[in-house]
Protein backbone atom coordinates (compact mmCIF):
# COMPACT_ATOMS: atom_id res chain seq x y z
CA UNK A 1 0.00 0.00 0.00
CA UNK A 2 1.22 3.20 -0.91
CA UNK A 3 1.96 5.56 2.45
CA UNK A 4 3.56 8.35 4.06
CA UNK A 5 4.47 7.37 7.27
CA UNK A 6 4.96 8.78 10.69
CA UNK A 7 6.67 7.90 13.86
CA UNK A 8 5.91 8.60 16.95
CA UNK A 9 2.10 9.43 16.56
CA UNK A 10 2.38 10.86 19.77
CA UNK A 11 5.51 12.20 21.88
CA UNK A 12 5.53 14.47 25.27
CA UNK A 13 9.31 15.38 26.20
CA UNK A 14 10.90 18.04 28.28
CA UNK A 15 12.19 21.51 26.73
CA UNK A 16 15.60 21.42 25.56
CA UNK A 17 15.78 17.26 25.02
CA UNK A 18 16.70 16.60 21.66
CA UNK A 19 14.12 14.78 19.52
CA UNK A 20 13.62 13.33 16.22
CA UNK A 21 10.61 12.42 14.11
CA UNK A 22 10.59 9.88 11.15
CA UNK A 23 9.24 9.87 8.22
CA UNK A 24 9.37 7.55 5.23
CA UNK A 25 7.29 7.46 1.76
CA UNK A 26 7.24 3.99 -0.19
CA UNK A 27 6.31 5.56 -3.73
CA UNK A 28 9.62 6.89 -4.77
CA UNK A 29 9.09 10.42 -4.70
CA UNK A 30 11.39 12.71 -4.67
CA UNK A 31 9.72 15.86 -3.06
CA UNK A 32 9.23 15.79 0.79
CA UNK A 33 8.16 18.39 3.01
CA UNK A 34 7.32 19.25 6.77
CA UNK A 35 4.73 20.60 7.95
CA UNK A 36 3.09 22.41 11.44
CA UNK A 37 -0.64 22.75 12.17
CA UNK A 38 -1.88 25.02 14.79
CA UNK A 39 -5.26 26.27 15.32
CA UNK A 40 -5.88 29.24 13.10
CA UNK A 41 -3.03 29.28 11.27
CA UNK A 42 -3.50 26.32 9.45
CA UNK A 43 -0.33 24.36 7.33
CA UNK A 44 2.82 25.77 7.93
CA UNK A 45 5.82 24.30 6.05
CA UNK A 46 8.94 24.12 7.78
CA UNK A 47 11.34 22.19 5.44
CA UNK A 48 11.41 20.51 1.91
CA UNK A 49 13.43 18.32 -0.09
CA UNK A 50 13.61 17.97 -3.16
CA UNK A 51 15.81 14.94 -3.14
CA UNK A 52 18.51 13.15 -1.67
CA UNK A 53 21.07 15.63 -0.35
CA UNK A 54 19.03 18.72 -1.44
CA UNK A 55 16.90 20.43 1.26
CA UNK A 56 15.88 24.30 1.97
CA UNK A 57 14.21 26.00 4.28
CA UNK A 58 10.29 26.71 3.85
CA UNK A 59 8.58 29.56 6.10
CA UNK A 60 9.23 28.10 9.50
CA UNK A 61 12.25 26.50 10.20
CA UNK A 62 13.99 28.20 13.44
CA UNK A 63 14.48 25.22 15.53
CA UNK A 64 14.23 22.93 13.22
CA UNK A 65 16.48 20.55 11.17
CA UNK A 66 16.16 17.93 8.80
CA UNK A 67 18.48 15.34 6.52
CA UNK A 68 17.96 13.55 3.64
CA UNK A 69 20.25 10.84 3.01
CA UNK A 70 18.27 8.74 1.38
CA UNK A 71 15.24 9.21 -0.96
CA UNK A 72 12.48 7.08 1.49
CA UNK A 73 13.46 8.89 4.52
CA UNK A 74 13.02 12.95 5.81
CA UNK A 75 13.09 12.70 9.61
CA UNK A 76 12.65 16.16 11.13
CA UNK A 77 14.90 17.03 13.98
CA UNK A 78 14.38 19.11 17.19
CA UNK A 79 17.52 19.48 18.85
CA UNK A 80 16.20 21.58 21.99
CA UNK A 81 12.95 21.98 21.97
CA UNK A 82 10.86 24.60 23.50
CA UNK A 83 7.35 25.08 24.71
CA UNK A 84 6.60 26.94 21.46
CA UNK A 85 6.93 23.70 19.03
CA UNK A 86 4.60 22.18 20.78
CA UNK A 87 2.13 21.55 17.86
CA UNK A 88 0.70 18.65 15.31
CA UNK A 89 3.16 17.72 12.73
CA UNK A 90 2.52 16.36 9.17
CA UNK A 91 4.85 15.07 6.63
CA UNK A 92 4.42 14.38 2.95
CA UNK A 93 5.62 13.77 -0.17
CA UNK A 94 4.86 14.26 -3.85
CA UNK A 95 6.11 12.94 -7.15
CA UNK A 96 8.87 15.75 -8.21
CA UNK A 97 7.78 18.77 -6.97
CA UNK A 98 5.56 21.39 -5.27
CA UNK A 99 2.96 21.43 -8.53
CA UNK A 100 2.09 17.66 -7.88
CA UNK A 101 -0.32 16.16 -5.10
CA UNK A 102 1.06 16.13 -1.63
CA UNK A 103 0.47 12.78 0.56
CA UNK A 104 0.07 13.47 3.65
CA UNK A 105 1.38 11.23 6.90
CA UNK A 106 -0.97 10.89 9.61
CA UNK A 107 0.78 13.92 11.71
CA UNK A 108 2.63 13.35 15.19
CA UNK A 109 0.97 15.29 18.15
CA UNK A 110 3.69 16.55 20.20
CA UNK A 111 3.68 18.24 23.33
CA UNK A 112 6.77 19.97 24.77
CA UNK A 113 6.39 20.76 28.54
CA UNK B 1 4.86 36.53 -2.12
CA UNK B 2 1.56 34.18 -2.89
CA UNK B 3 -0.90 33.99 -0.40
CA UNK B 4 -4.12 31.95 0.00
CA UNK B 5 -7.40 33.03 2.00
CA UNK B 6 -10.01 31.42 3.53
CA UNK B 7 -12.53 33.67 5.08
CA UNK B 8 -14.35 31.09 7.11
CA UNK B 9 -13.44 29.88 9.91
CA UNK B 10 -16.33 27.40 10.38
CA UNK B 11 -19.00 26.57 8.34
CA UNK B 12 -22.16 24.44 9.54
CA UNK B 13 -24.65 23.48 6.99
CA UNK B 14 -27.41 20.40 7.45
CA UNK B 15 -27.15 17.56 5.62
CA UNK B 16 -28.52 17.25 2.22
CA UNK B 17 -28.13 21.13 1.42
CA UNK B 18 -25.80 22.39 -0.92
CA UNK B 19 -21.93 23.72 0.40
CA UNK B 20 -19.48 26.78 -1.16
CA UNK B 21 -16.08 27.23 0.54
CA UNK B 22 -14.08 30.13 -0.28
CA UNK B 23 -10.91 30.16 -0.84
CA UNK B 24 -9.23 33.62 -2.59
CA UNK B 25 -5.80 33.47 -4.05
CA UNK B 26 -2.66 36.13 -4.53
CA UNK B 27 -0.66 35.09 -7.29
CA UNK B 28 1.34 37.46 -10.22
CA UNK B 29 0.35 34.63 -12.70
CA UNK B 30 -2.21 31.69 -13.51
CA UNK B 31 -1.67 30.16 -10.41
CA UNK B 32 -1.89 25.75 -9.60
CA UNK B 33 -4.82 26.01 -6.84
CA UNK B 34 -5.27 22.50 -4.77
CA UNK B 35 -8.04 21.90 -2.02
CA UNK B 36 -7.20 19.41 0.61
CA UNK B 37 -9.65 18.07 3.28
CA UNK B 38 -8.51 16.38 6.46
CA UNK B 39 -10.85 14.50 8.25
CA UNK B 40 -10.68 14.02 12.08
CA UNK B 41 -7.76 12.52 13.48
CA UNK B 42 -6.01 11.69 10.15
CA UNK B 43 -4.06 13.38 7.79
CA UNK B 44 -5.06 15.93 4.73
CA UNK B 45 -6.15 13.85 1.25
CA UNK B 46 -6.49 15.72 -2.36
CA UNK B 47 -9.79 15.96 -3.42
CA UNK B 48 -9.32 18.30 -6.61
CA UNK B 49 -6.51 20.62 -8.37
CA UNK B 50 -6.28 23.28 -11.05
CA UNK B 51 -4.03 23.56 -13.22
CA UNK B 52 -4.86 25.28 -16.58
CA UNK B 53 -7.62 24.60 -19.28
CA UNK B 54 -11.71 24.17 -18.29
CA UNK B 55 -12.13 26.34 -15.26
CA UNK B 56 -14.48 24.12 -13.34
CA UNK B 57 -12.87 21.27 -12.09
CA UNK B 58 -14.47 18.04 -10.81
CA UNK B 59 -13.03 16.10 -7.86
CA UNK B 60 -13.48 13.20 -5.41
CA UNK B 61 -16.28 12.52 -3.10
CA UNK B 62 -18.79 14.79 -5.57
CA UNK B 63 -16.79 18.24 -5.03
CA UNK B 64 -16.33 20.61 -7.52
CA UNK B 65 -14.27 24.07 -8.32
CA UNK B 66 -14.62 26.64 -10.28
CA UNK B 67 -11.68 28.99 -10.46
CA UNK B 68 -12.26 32.40 -11.38
CA UNK B 69 -9.30 34.62 -12.55
CA UNK B 70 -11.68 38.40 -12.57
CA UNK B 71 -12.38 37.46 -8.57
CA UNK B 72 -9.42 35.85 -7.56
CA UNK B 73 -10.84 32.82 -6.27
CA UNK B 74 -10.82 28.99 -6.23
CA UNK B 75 -14.26 28.28 -4.68
CA UNK B 76 -14.97 24.29 -3.24
CA UNK B 77 -18.70 23.77 -4.15
CA UNK B 78 -20.84 20.00 -3.66
CA UNK B 79 -24.27 20.43 -4.23
CA UNK B 80 -25.72 18.26 -1.41
CA UNK B 81 -23.52 17.36 1.83
CA UNK B 82 -23.37 13.59 3.30
CA UNK B 83 -22.73 13.64 7.41
CA UNK B 84 -19.62 12.10 6.31
CA UNK B 85 -18.26 15.54 4.69
CA UNK B 86 -17.70 16.87 8.46
CA UNK B 87 -13.95 17.96 8.16
CA UNK B 88 -11.60 20.66 7.81
CA UNK B 89 -10.94 21.83 4.12
CA UNK B 90 -7.43 24.01 3.03
CA UNK B 91 -7.07 25.66 -0.25
CA UNK B 92 -3.56 25.25 -1.14
CA UNK B 93 -0.85 27.62 -3.94
CA UNK B 94 2.76 26.39 -5.01
CA UNK B 95 5.10 29.83 -4.26
CA UNK B 96 5.62 30.62 -7.95
CA UNK B 97 9.65 31.09 -8.73
CA UNK B 98 12.70 28.84 -7.95
CA UNK B 99 11.41 28.02 -4.22
CA UNK B 100 9.69 24.91 -4.09
CA UNK B 101 7.06 26.04 -0.91
CA UNK B 102 3.85 25.59 -0.41
CA UNK B 103 1.30 27.65 1.13
CA UNK B 104 -1.90 26.55 2.68
CA UNK B 105 -4.55 28.40 3.70
CA UNK B 106 -6.01 28.71 7.65
CA UNK B 107 -8.73 26.25 6.77
CA UNK B 108 -12.54 26.04 7.17
CA UNK B 109 -13.77 23.79 8.98
CA UNK B 110 -17.50 22.20 8.15
CA UNK B 111 -19.77 20.79 10.67
CA UNK B 112 -22.96 18.92 8.89
CA UNK B 113 -25.69 18.93 11.13
CA UNK B 114 -28.80 16.11 10.88
Known amino acids: EAQVTQNPRYLITVTGKKLTVTCSQNMNHEYMSWYRQDPGLGLRQIYY???????DKGDVPEGYKVSRKEKRNFPLILESPSPNQTSLYFC????????????FGPGTRLTVL | AQSVTQPDIHITVSEGASLELRCNYS??????LFWYVQSPGQGLQLLLK??????LVQGIKGFEAEFKRSQSSFNLRKPSVHWSDAAEYFCAVPNSGGYQKVTFGTGTKLQVIP
Open chain 1, 49 to 55: SMNVEVT
Open chain 2, 27 to 32: YGATPY
Open chain 1, 92 to 103: ASSLSDKYNEQF
Open chain 2, 50 to 55: YFSGDT
